[in-house]
């Protein structure tokens, strides 16, 4: 059975510096992974998706990767705002779709 | 032009009561599904549906139903409301080829 896991659970930073979330999952046999936003109280936000055929994705500060072999992707996030500040969540899509357990961020002004 | 939408947005009701919870989405997809996400806001997939499939996850009690009238829609109907329904319920679709998925508002469902 798949498992992702999501280090570190808390995450707090200044406003301006460059973080990276990370995703782990135990079984490599995936189709894609997607990472989400979610905002206290609201439904989650799309932010990137990398096919299992991809290394990367990259959108505006957000770069995500993804390596099969070891059973992990990254999410960077460069310039943090306090706008970025959320739970993130990855999502791998086997047979079905797994969640991560989220990384909260924290950006402080 | 909200592209999941479910309704209610929140839902309170008494222990034993049936109810029902509707999505839809305008996005076209193929495969539509419920996930829950509890207390301590892990999410789980709870089903997932298209055309041709219903895939359900073996760990929901029978309690709990989908019902798709077209491809656009997917309910969730829950019979017999156990405290332990408490949870936050997501609808979300995805399309066929990229398989990247888009979720609705969801609904917070209390029962007392």
């Known amino acids: 059975k798949q498992e992702v896991t999501q280090i570190p659970a808390a995450l707090s930073v200044p406003e301006g510096e460059n973080l990276v979330l990370n995703c782990s999952f135990t079984d490599s046999a995936i189709y894609n992974l997607q990472w989400f936003r979610q905002d206290p109280g609201k439904g989650l936000t799309s932010l990137l998706l990398?096919?299992?055929?991809?290394r990367e994705q990259t959108s505006g500060r957000l770069n995500a990767s993804l390596d099969k072999s070891s059973g992990r992707s990254t999410l960077y996030i460069a310039a943090s705002q306090p706008g970025d500040s959320a739970t993130y969540l990855c999502a791998v899509k086997g047979n079905q779709f797994y969640f991560g357990t989220g990384t909260s961020l924290t950006v402080i002004p | 032009d909200t592209a999941v939408s479910q309704t209610p947005k929140y839902l309170v009701t008494q222990m034993g009561n049936d109810k029902s919870i509707k999505c839809e989405q305008n996005l076209g997809h193929d495969t539509m599904y419920w996930y829950k996400q509890d207390s301590k806001k892990f999410l789980k997939i709870m089903f997932s549906y298209n055309n041709k499939e219903l895939i359900i996850n073996e760990t929901v009690p029978n309690r709990f139903s989908p019902k798709s009238p077209d491809k656009a829609h997917l309910n969730l109907h829950i019979n017999s409301l156990e405290l332990g329904d408490s949870a936050v319920y997501f609808c979300?679709?995805?399309?066929?080829?990229?398989?990247?998925?888009?979720f609705g508002p969801g609904t917070r469902l209390t029962v007392t």
């Open positions: 990398i096919q299992s055929s991809q």
């Open positions: 979300a679709s995805s399309q066929e080829t990229t398989g990247e998925q888009y």
